[in-house]
């Protein structure tokens, strides 16, 4: 069976950072592209930073570039976020999901289809 296992999420203050963790199984690790998805109250899922394991390219959405890293374990078949100057705004509940396809320029308010989802930890950032 297909897992994609979340973990991670807290609450801590806003400068705060956090770590998440996203531990597959089932498929070929080394073939997909790992994304993290996230949806905010009242909010559209966007995604926010993709990794693709094959060619390793690397996509951040504007709104989180320079404060949040994705790196890849293929040995431990683990992606992580490293959230670093949280802010309120960052509130949501995060996903990790993954696709066979590229791993391709982001836009806020918008995600990619993907094939397998996992099933998000939960992010709270106090002011």
């Known amino acids: 069976d297909v897992q994609l296992q979340a973990s991670g999420g807290g609450l801590v203050q806003a400068g705060g950072s956090l770590r998440l963790s996203c531990a597959a199984s089932?498929?070929?690790?080394?073939?997909?592209?790992i994304a993290w998805i996230r949806q905010a109250p009242g909010k559209a899922r966007e995604e926010i930073s993709c990794?693709?394991?094959?060619?390793?390219?690397?996509h951040y959405v504007d709104f989180v570039e320079g404060r949040f890293t994705i790196s890849s374990d293929n040995d431990k078949n683990t992606v992580y976020l490293q959230m670093d100057s949280l802010k309120p705004e960052d509130t949501a509940l995060y996903y990790c999901?993954?696709?066979?396809?590229?791993?391709?320029?982001?836009?806020?308010?918008?995600?990619?289809?993907?094939?397998?989802w996992g099933q998000g930890t939960q992010v709270t950032v106090s002011s």
């Open positions: 990794i693709s394991n094959s060619d390793h390219t690397i």
């Open positions: 999901a993954a696709s066979d396809s590229l791993c391709l320029p982001l836009r806020a308010g918008m995600y990619y289809g993907q094939d397998y």
């Open positions: 089932g498929f070929n690790f080394d073939d997909y592209t």
